[in-house]
C-alpha cells in the first residue's frame, strides 16, 4: 500500500514540475560576478578604461555623461567592453535566458 502511494505521489511530484516551469527571461550574464540581470532592468552600454589615471568608467559616468571621457581627469579613454556589467565595471554582459528556481536564484534556461 505504502509503495504504490509512493509512486502515485511520485507521479504526481514529476507531472507538476513538467508543467509548472517558470517562464524564461531574457537578460545578460556576468560571468566575472556571477549575477544576471533582467534584460528591462538594464540599458547597454560599454565601459572604459582611462590610460592617463586608470579609472574603469561606464559611459553614463563619463564626463560629458554621453561620451568615453574620464570624469576625473577629462581624457579620452579606451573601451573595455561593448556591453559592461554595472556591478563590476570590466565584466562584459552576454545574453542569458534564465529563470528563477524556488530558492530564488537565477538558473539557466536548459
Known sequence: MIDENWSEFMDQVIEDSLTNKPEAV???????????IAGDEYDEQPSYECGSCGEQF??????SGDNHQCPSCMKFAS???DIACPECISGELREYQAY???NGEWVEKL
Open 26 to 36: 531574457d537578460g545578460y550574464w556576468c560571468d566575472d560576478c556571477d549575477i544576471f
Open 58 to 63: 561606464l559611459r553614463e559616468d563619463s564626463y
Open 79 to 81: 573601451k573595455l567592453v
Open 100 to 102: 528563477e528556481n524556488s
